[in-house]
């Protein structure tokens, strides 16, 4: 856009309720049918995992991430139509809708441009306006505007009256009215916020008074006392702790129109632009200059101030979606994390004072032994709990040993890690586990219902066994926003961070699929189709009449009826029961096509579940019918060549340096093996067991070019990394996966000046890691970035756990979400 030229939105035809599926087709690049379709069976009440699943060929194989954008856009869509309704009802009740207006508000693609159009007719409180058409001024207005040669102080004698007691007033109340005509101008007002989006800046100042050095509240936003940036770069982050530290009234956030202060009385081109719509030039006549200051102060008083409104509103959204976005892939990440498996584990919760928190979990996660022992201060029981532990392990044949990584966790671990040396017989591995949200789940009624014989201290220890079994079958358990994986999480829209969340669970737990016959309540409820009412009462069910023998038995509990089955059984598991086909992700409506197969294979299912070499024989387009088209066809097979498949990854653990137990053992150019805890847009932190992550800045990832850290780890990933630099004062670490990168210096400058900028970018990583702009954790109380402080508060010693790469600690300290969060 040149600085001369006013860009409006250009409207295509009006968008009509009918033509909603068009336009979602449009945007995802799909044919409409495909949307109709979609849209036809959301209305029906179907999931967007069972559409995506089992309904490929209705909609043209869309996948969930296309059907989940799809549902938000038609959400959207659907609002706008309500409200283009409710604005049509009352300009008609008005008397002042006629058929060019009604074009105009037909063709609004946007609720932000329906707005524009309704403003001039929106109720409001009498203005100066108002007050000036009432008392017979718009005419003068209209003179003056269409014919600058009239002298304003002359024609202005014609229009005095009681209300009016000179001049000077009736050409004020003349100017209101041009005022108020200039910033209710839709197509005007359209265009000067969008060259405002792409030309202006956010500055922030600290407040007179809030610098002082230990000032420890204001200290947190130490990196936006005098910053700058164009709205079109702010990534989310830095506008989400900018608009923190104004609420804490530490600092003062403006709205800059343009990338360069505006130096005063100079004629901006925003005002060019609005002289030039109305047709206003300073050519020397009479009312020239009476028009340019109305246009001015239309400008500065009415039309900037409408605009940065809109400007700090487009930004929090566009703040939110990016912060919904990394919290709901974090989360994903958190969820789908490798599963220990069927392994009988002890619970580990530390504690100084009130002990360590003992549980032990047989293969099923039932719960077969607590205690509390206490090695650390003040009873210093080491021998005692060792011996105690020692006892419990061997009674239970104990696998796996999960450590909470809150207070007194390195602690427990050295105790952990002593265990293991003495018993080697038993061959014990140890995991460090993310505690976040395990206080949460203990308080909650389901734990209470679950485990109500336990204590609420030893429920979190039953958590953390269980955690490291299974992830996301524990972590279903908790809500989603508790769990602690994002950024700024309380200055969010609530209504939609829990939306986008609740689809990340949803999402992952029809992926993975469930084991009806073990699966608890909250689990359940995440199954396609299924309410909490009814994942109720299938449990109820099972616990009185015995486990499912096979998926149509599910017919036989109550409110479960052929909808609910529909959406349901394809997703749910039956191990061990009378059907083979019932631990596969084959929906039962296609058992007939998997018949078909079976008889042209002349074989039966047992001997062709897992039969690759006789699957990979059978052509898919054979057995399509009617009902069944290739893509089912397609799955099906791969179903019964691997069937139940878990998509999750194999499960294993990152083993850190020995000797490197804090960051005073950090050395420039030292090789670790570690644990991406959490990823950002400007790169990823990783957990190398000295108790602060590490930062690898997205410019240190990879000799190409990286625009999303996404795409070259997330969040659970072990990668090898080089210790680049280390900043003990500040507990800041600078890493990279490049392990020819030169220590001491930075990454060394590789690929487009893009990605490293001169080394500037690479040598922001320690500000990333807390506390500024350019940081995940910066600006913003430490408690809200870490998402609740530790049990007791303690710091954590000793040598670490090597961390599961499922569970990796990913919650601590560190970056967005910050840690571990009970």
């Not at 294979?601 to 690759?612: H, M, V, Y």
Request: charged share 30%.
């Amino acid at each position: 856009m040149t600085s001369t030229s006013l860009s409006t939105p250009q409207q295509s035809g009006p968008p009509q309720p009918h033509s909603i599926p068009n336009r979602i087709a449009d945007e995802l690049g799909v044919r409409p049918h495909q949307v109709t379709a979609a849209v036809d069976l959301l209305d029906g009440g179907a999931t967007v995992p069972f559409i995506a699943r089992y309904r490929k060929e209705a909609t043209g194989a869309l996948d969930d991430a296309q059907l989940r954008t799809l549902e938000e856009r038609l959400r959207y869509l659907r609002e706008l139509e309500e409200r283009r309704t409710v604005v049509l009802d009352e300009i008609r009740k008005q008397g002042k809708l006629d058929e060019a207006l009604e074009a105009r508000i037909m063709a609004a693609e946007s609720k932000a441009r329906l707005e524009d159009i309704y403003l001039p007719y929106k109720p409001k409180r009498r203005t100066k306006a108002m007050i000036a058409r009432e008392n017979g001024l718009e005419p003068l207005a209209d003179t003056l505007l269409a014919d600058p040669t009239q002298d304003p102080d002359a024609l202005a004698e014609g229009y005095l009256n009681e209300q009016v007691a000179d001049a000077a007033a009736a050409l004020e109340g003349a100017r209101a009215i041009l005022v108020e005509r200039f910033a209710e101008d839709a197509d005007l007002i359209g265009g000067l916020r969008e060259r405002m989006w792409t030309r202006g800046r956010l500055v922030t100042k600290v407040r007179e008074g809030k610098s002082a050095p230990n000032d420890v509240a204001a200290a947190k936003f130490a990196d936006y006392f005098d910053f700058s940036e164009p709205f079109t770069k702010l990534p989310s982050h830095r506008i989400l702790a900018a608009f923190r530290g104004e609420k804490e009234e530490v600092l003062d956030v403006a709205i800059e129109p343009e990338s360069e202060p505006i130096e005063p009385g100079i004629v901006t081109d925003y005002e060019r632009t609005i002289a030039a719509a109305f047709g206003i030039r300073d050519e020397g006549r009479p009312a020239d200059k009476w028009l340019s200051d109305a246009v001015r102060w239309a400008w500065r008083t009415r039309i900037l101030l409408h605009l940065s409104i809109d400007i700090r509103v487009r930004l929090r959204t566009v703040a939110e979606e990016g912060a919904i976005k990394v919290f709901a892939s974090n989360l994903r990440d958190l969820l789908l994390a490798a599963p220990a498996g069927s392994r009988t584990t002890m619970g580990l919760d530390p504690g100084l004072r009130t002990g360590v928190k003992v549980a032990i979990v047989d293969a099923t996660g039932k719960v077969v032994a607590t205690d509390t022992v206490y090695p650390h201060a003040p009873r210093n029981d080491w021998n005692g709990a060792l011996a105690k532990l020692t006892k419990l392990a061997t009674a239970h044949s104990v696998d796996l040993i999960a450590i909470g990584n809150g207070t007194a966790s390195r602690e427990t671990d050295k105790l952990a890690g002593e265990l293991v040396a003495h018993n080697p017989g038993l061959k014990l591995t140890k995991v460090m586990v993310s505690e976040a949200g395990a206080s949460v789940y203990s308080a909650s009624a389901f734990a209470s219902a679950e485990l109500p014989d336990l204590d609420v201290s030893l429920r979190g220890a039953v958590s953390i066994a269980r955690r490291l079994q299974d992830p996301l079958a524990e972590l279903v358990k908790i809500d989603p926003k508790s769990i602690g994986v994002g950024q700024y999480q309380h200055d969010l829209a609530e209504s939609a961070l829990s939306r986008s969340l609740d689809a990340v669970v949803e999402d992952c737990v029809n992926a993975v699929g469930v084991d009806v016959n073990t699966a608890s309540v909250p689990l359940l409820r995440r199954v396609s189709g299924i309410t909490e009412g009814l994942a109720a009462q299938i449990v109820q069910h099972r616990d009185a009449n015995g486990p499912f023998r096979t998926r149509t038995a599910l017919a036989d509990v109550p409110r479960l009826g052929p909808k609910a089955f529909e959406q349901c059984a394809g997703f749910l598991r039956i191990r061990g029961g009378d059907d083979p086909l019932d631990v596969s992700g084959v929906h039962p409506e296609a058992y007939p096509v998997v018949h078909r197969i079976l008889a042209r294979a002349k074989t039966d299912i047992d001997a062709l579940i897992g039969n690759t070499q006789k699957i990979k024989s059978l052509r898919p387009q054979d057995f399509v019918d009617a009902q069944f088209g290739l893509p089912t066809v397609t799955d099906i097979l791969a179903e019964l060549e691997k069937p139940g498949r878990d998509p999750r990854p194999a499960f294993r653990t990152a083993t850190f340096a020995e000797g490197v137990h804090k960051i005073a053992d950090l050395k420039p150019g030292m090789l670790l093996e570690g644990v991406v805890t959490n990823v950002a847009a400007f790169g990823a932190f990783v957990d190398v067991g000295v108790h602060q992550d590490g930062l690898v800045h997205v410019s240190a990832m990879s000799d190409r070019f990286v625009s999303d850290p996404r795409d070259v780890v997330k969040s659970g990933d072990v990668v090898r990394v080089k210790v680049l630099e280390v900043d003990e004062a500040r507990k800041r670490i600078s890493l990279t996966l490049r392990l020819d990168d030169e220590a001491g210096g930075g990454a060394r400058q590789r690929g487009p000046r893009e990605q490293n900028r001169g080394g500037r970018e690479q040598n922001r990583g320690p500000r990333d890691q807390k506390g500024g702009p350019r940081g995940q954790k910066g600006g913003g109380d430490r408690r809200e970035q870490r998402g609740g402080d530790r049990k007791g508060g303690g710091q954590r010693q000793g040598a670490p756990a090597p961390t599961n790469s499922a569970m990796a600690d990913a919650l601590r300290r560190a970056g967005l979400a910050g840690g571990d969060k009970r």
